[in-house]
């Protein structure tokens, strides 16, 4: 509605007609323009994404193995320098086991001397729960599933930097 009381004229009333059909037509010919834009940057994104899938696809062994060589070590090698709280686990494991042996070998050495079960000054080797590694499992786990979502990330990214046609 307009302030002005009068009726608007056949003339008037054509003006804007063909003013609104002018800037549909302008619009619909931008947004078509746009469209085609935004096509034409799916398809370089698409082809930016097969080539980085190719590239990565070429290389994924040497990758993978660069990958756990970043980690610091690789996962099957044990290295006592630099592993220290593991070594003390290992070490604190080795002197049970070794004390159960020497157990083991003073009730054997009773047992030929013909010293009953009663008369016995060599103990039984306890049992040691193993919830200790249970505990070390729940460490090492997050502290893993920490360190490979940071990995994954930066992966990701590296990937939409290329995708995207930044890298």
Known sequence: MTDNPRAATQDEIEKARAAAEAAAAKLAKLQAAQDEKTAQEAVQRAERELEYARTFHAGWQQRASDAVATAGTSAVEYDPETMGFLE?????????????????AGQRAE????????????????????????????IIGAEVTRRNVEFRNALDAERERFVNGEA
């Open 88 to 104: 003390g686990l290992i070490r604190m494991g080795v002197g049970r086991e070794n004390r159960r042996a020497v157990l083991e």
């Open 111 to 138: 047992s030929i001397m013909g010293i009953p079960t009663a008369q016995s000054t060599v103990p039984e080797a306890r049992f040691y729960s193993p919830d200790i590694v249970a505990h070390i499992n729940q």
